[in-house]
């Protein structure tokens, strides 16, 4: 090998290493990545293929959100799922379903049942070894016809009547913002009013679009109560009635991801970053143009309003390919065979954002 040879290989290994490099010192380094299994519902995956799939990705944790992606809650294979992880080296959080009996989310099951479903969720949580699990409130139809203030007093009510149990077996119970149900500041008043030492927060940074919220208003509020996640991106931008939002792969969207993450490393570093990627959604409209849709949001601060508006009024329609998840009708088999690879391309897509431009993850960089 000549000089000139030399000198070109040693150029391109140096630029091959750069992405690598960064990664050591982006805004996300030292904080465990992984993935809520929300991201991947079209492959109707089981735990033990979630563990697997992401050992193979070489992330840290997942998110075991919904108490049905177990193949089984008996306690044997609950054992199993845990000494799974530990072998793959796969940290686990868990998650379950609505918990207030007043939210349209709850649907017509018993009332009488909602503690039980924390119950049950947190010994589920605790039997394969996690110490959070990630709960909601309701969805933005709670904030019509009734102050939310109302399901907000039903959640605490029933956070209080299982507040022993979750202490017992060290499970935080992880109130997520949810679809519109709650502002950050509404959240922060429910966890501080049933008490931080066993109510936290699965901050999640794509529902504060749908209550007029910046990310990054989101973060400053709940991150010292965050001990899990849902991360994704968005997009949005000014319509005649007011704006409009869509999920997009992280990376696509207008939020500073890397403005986030040097926030987030201040606030909540022990929080794992779990990508909950929800890509396949037409653009939902936030029409506050509309006096009436004002009387949902009585006591929304004017800064808080201002910032998503400057936000907003800088952003952008998403002009890249999607296959839209949410049509009706019966879709033929190649429909549903583009949405799993869809979701599949669009969370690996956001995984390796993460990594390679925020620097997030701990496994992967160890080869």
Not at 64 to 78: C, Q
Not at 162 to 182: F, P, W, Y
Not at 200 to 226: F, K, Q, R
Request: net charge neutral; proline share 5%.
């Amino acid at each position: 090998m000549n000089r000139r040879e030399f000198l070109g290989s040693l150029a391109a290994a140096t630029a091959a290493s750069a992405p690598f490099a960064a990664a050591q010192t982006g805004p996300a380094n030292g904080i465990k990545l992984g993935f809520d299994t929300y991201s991947l519902r079209a492959f109707g995956w089981k735990a033990m293929q979630l563990i697997d799939y992401a050992a193979s990705l070489k992330l840290d944790t997942i998110q075991i959100s919904s108490v049905g992606d177990y193949e089984s809650t008996d306690p044997a294979h609950l054992a199993k799922v845990k000494q799974h992880a530990m072998e793959k080296g796969i940290e686990l959080d868990g998650g379950t379903g609505c918990v207030c009996e007043l939210s349209k989310s709850w649907g017509k099951k018993d009332p009488a049942l909602v503690q039980k479903v924390l119950i049950d969720g947190l010994k589920i949580s605790n039997a394969v070894g996690a110490k959070s699990m990630r709960v909601y409130m309701g969805s933005s139809d709670d904030r019509i016809g009734r102050p939310i203030e109302q399901c907000m007093e039903a959640t605490i009510k029933n956070f209080k009547a299982v507040r022993s149990v979750a202490q017992d077996l060290n499970v935080k119970i992880a109130i997520e913002n949810h679809s519109g149900d709650m502002t950050a500041r509404e959240t922060r008043t429910l966890i501080e009013e049933a008490g931080k030492d066993y109510v936290a927060s699965c901050l999640d940074t794509g529902n504060p679009m749908w209550v007029m919220e910046h990310p990054m208003t989101t973060l400053e509020i709940l991150g010292p109560y965050c001990v899990t996640t849902h991360i994704r991106d968005s997009i949005v931008f000014t319509t005649p009635e007011g704006a409009a939002a869509q999920w997009v792969v992280l990376g696509d969207g207008v939020v500073d991801y890397k403005e986030f993450c040097t926030l987030y490393a201040k606030l909540c570093p022990t929080a794992a970053m779990q990508l909950e990627v929800i890509t396949g959604r037409p653009p939902r409209i936030i029409p506050y143009n509309d006096r009436e849709y004002w009387k949902q949001f009585p006591k929304m601060p004017a800064m808080d309003f201002a910032r998503f508006l400057d936000l907003a009024k800088n952003g952008h329609p998403y002009m890249g390919a999607m296959v839209v998840e949410d049509v009706a009708g019966k879709k033929p088999a190649e429909y549903t065979t583009a949405l799993k690879e869809q979701q599949r391309v669009d969370l690996e897509r956001s995984l390796e954002y993460a990594k390679k431009q925020l620097g997030a993850g701990v496994r992967w960089k160890k080869g």
